[in-house]
């Protein structure tokens, strides 16, 4: 079975400083990997994914995500964080053996003060 | 131009009615979705259509039934509604089963009361 866990339900950060939203997964074999953000009232949006390749894949908005094999592991990235970053954010995980069910993580709320 | 669209964007409403919740996109894709996301913000995958076809369907109550009348248009109707259905029901679609990136509506806030 799929299952996605996102261990902290904020993060706040300052503006200007780097941020790490948190994700792991479990899958029974390799995974495709995603990064949706959340904004009030809206819709989820598409960040980045992961299929293959390179390990450090770079999305919308200046997002980056690195896929850790070893420690089932994609953990969302920014170098300066903003305050319109603030919002919702979705990790999910799909089972790359044709299944069509994409897992969403519970999200974690953002937050980046001025 | 919307990629895609709900209707209504609100919907309140006693328990024990029936509603109906229409979403369509504009995209040309092949593969659409009803996710149910609760007030936690845990967002659950109910169905899914291909090309009209069923191919997701969760354990939901089965006072839930999806219709795809065409590829570019997927409604829900949920039946003698109750307190338990009050949430946020997204509408999504990519281009195909096993595409990757998944385009969301706007969301339907239902609120039974």
């Known amino acids: 079975a799929q299952s996605v866990a996102q261990p902290e339900d904020q993060v706040n950060v300052a503006e200007g400083n780097p941020l790490t939203v948190k994700c792991t997964y479990s899958?029974?074999?390799?995974?495709?990997l995603f990064w949706y953000v959340q904004y009030p009232n809206r819709g989820l949006q598409f960040l980045l994914k992961?299929?293959?390749?390179?390990?450090l894949v770079k999305g919308s908005y200046g997002f980056e995500a690195e896929f850790n094999k070893s420690q089932t592991s994609f953990h969302l990235k920014k170098p300066s964080a903003l305050v319109s970053d603030s919002a919702l954010y979705f990790c999910?995980?799909?089972?790359?053996?044709?299944?069509?069910?994409?897992?969403f993580g519970a999200g974690t709320r953002l937050f980046v003060k001025a | 131009d919307t990629a895609v669209s709900q209707t209504p964007k609100y919907l309140v409403t006693q328990m024990g009615n029936d509603k109906s919740i229409k979403c369509e996109q504009n995209?040309?894709?092949?593969?659409m979705y009803w996710y149910k996301q609760d007030s936690k913000k845990f967002l659950k995958i109910m169905f899914s259509?291909?090309?009209?076809?069923?191919?997701i369907n969760e354990t939901v109550p089965n006072r839930f039934s999806p219709k795809s009348p065409d590829k570019a248009h997927l409604n829900l109707h949920i039946n003698s509604l109750e307190l338990g259905d009050s949430a946020v029901y997204f509408c999504?679609?990519?281009?195909?089963?096993?595409?990757?990136?998944?385009?969301f509506g706007p969301g339907t806030r239902l609120t039974v009361t």
């Open positions: 992961y299929i293959t390749g390179d390990n």
């Open positions: 995209l040309g894709h092949d593969t």
């Open positions: 999504a679609s990519t281009e195909g089963v096993l595409s990757y990136e998944q385009y």
């Open positions: 259509y291909n090309n009209k076809e069923l191919i």
């Open positions: 899958v029974s074999g390799n995974p495709y």
């Open positions: 999910a995980v799909r089972d790359r053996r044709g299944g069509f069910k994409t897992i």
